[in-house]
């Protein structure tokens, strides 16, 4: 009796322990994912300015057929940057479009970078009717401008994210009228931390020129100012801020003799990454000038060049170089261009 009972009670035991091994095979346990390795902090003390469109921007989708799913973009992006540029920088502080610091406390920054919002669409392409698994197209655009406490602005820096999403954005509980939007919140979450990357791509870049330009002046106390003042501006054919494989470029360039005195001919001279300069290697083949300058006078010439297909990076330098002829005591004037490219 007490054998067929030892007996029973094993074989309830072994019976419950395979429901309960069965049932586990159906959980899912949460993934845990380590937090991206932060590159090293970039010594810069930075205050970010977002434009209002790129606070309120959003990005809509219709999905489970009528119900319609708006990802705030802005607050992403915001956030994101925000997150990451605490990480990142020795100092920051978010003002507001009219120059108000949230930190009033805080040192006086060395950059003020102003975010703005250029495009941004978040649109299904693969899907039809109310198909809850498709591909969407994620494509936004922002440019940051970079100011220091001197007043003094840099070249606009692109920050581009462009991306095919596949998504899942199933009915829950068998009501059209509720859908599980996790995905979608997820690849505007993604699309804010690359963008922010960027933007510290850039720091670091602006940090490494300025430190570069500082120790330059060290060295050589005696060059006086540029008689020159440079703009110059990347252009590209279709206009949307991205150079792409095949596509015709252009460099306008911008010059005005700032001093006193006549100036001869100035010089003109590229450099940066290698695929910019060899699409300029037609125009560069020949040295270039600018003719004889009389004081604040403002003259212009525009380098035309294409690019080479099956480009490679995601961005690209071109640094403009204006020397003045014959000019002992000045100092050639230079910008660099940044742009993203594909």
């Known amino acids: 009796m007490s054998m067929r009972f030892v007996s029973g009670m094993s074989i309830l035991v072994l019976v419950t322990g395979l429901a309960l091994l069965a049932a586990c095979n159906h959980l899912q346990t949460p993934r845990f994912m380590y937090p991206t390795e932060q590159g090293p902090v970039i010594p810069l003390s930075v205050k970010l300015v977002f434009d209002e469109p790129v606070r309120s921007a959003t990005v809509e989708q219709m999905i489970c057929a009528d119900v319609q799913w708006k990802g705030r973009l802005g607050d992403a992006i915001v956030q994101s940057f925000i997150e990451t540029g605490r990480a990142r920088l020795t100092q920051l502080t978010v003002g507001d479009p009219s120059g108000t610091a949230q930190q009033a406390t805080?040192?006086?920054?060395?950059?003020?970078?102003?975010?703005?919002?250029?495009?941004?669409?978040?649109?299904?392409?693969?899907?039809?009717?109310?198909?809850?698994?498709?591909?969407?197209?994620?494509?936004?655009?922002?440019?940051?401008?970079?100011?220091?406490?001197?007043?003094?602005?840099?070249?606009?820096?692109?920050?581009?994210?462009?991306?095919?999403v596949a998504l899942w954005a199933p009915q829950i509980g068998g009501s059209a009228n509720q859908c599980a939007t996790g995905q979608l919140d997820a690849a505007v979450r993604t699309a804010a931390d690359h963008l922010a990357n960027q933007l510290m791509g850039y720091l670091k870049q602006l940090q490494e020129k300025t430190q570069g330009e500082g120790t330059a002046r060290r060295q050589s106390p005696d060059a006086g100012p540029s008689p020159l003042a440079l703009k110059a501006t990347?252009?590209?054919?279709?206009?949307?801020?991205?150079?792409?494989?095949?596509?015709?470029?252009?460099?306008?360039?911008?010059?005005?003799?700032?001093?006193?005195?006549?100036?001869g001919a100035t010089t003109v001279t590229l450099s940066g990454t290698p695929a910019l300069i060899d699409a300029f290697a037609g125009a560069l083949s020949q040295p270039v000038h600018i003719a004889t300058f009389q004081p604040g006078e403002t003259k212009s010439t525009i380098l035309w060049g294409t690019l080479q297909k099956g480009l490679e990076g995601s961005r690209g330098e071109l640094t403009v170089t204006v020397t003045p002829s014959g000019a002992t005591s000045g100092t050639p004037a230079t910008q660099t261009l940044i742009a993203a490219m594909a």
Request: hydrophobic letters at 40%.
């Open 106 to 164: 805080a040192p006086a920054s060395e950059f003020t970078a102003f975010i703005t919002l250029a495009n941004a669409s978040f649109t299904p392409t693969s899907r039809s009717g109310s198909d809850d698994t498709y591909l969407a197209q994620f494509d936004v655009r922002l440019t940051a401008i970079f100011q220091d406490t001197q007043g003094r602005r840099f070249p606009e820096a692109p920050m581009v994210y462009s991306n095919r």
């Open 234 to 263: 990347l252009l590209d054919a279709n206009n949307n801020l991205v150079l792409e494989g095949g596509e015709k470029i252009g460099v306008r360039i911008d010059v005005t003799n700032t001093g006193k005195t006549v100036l």
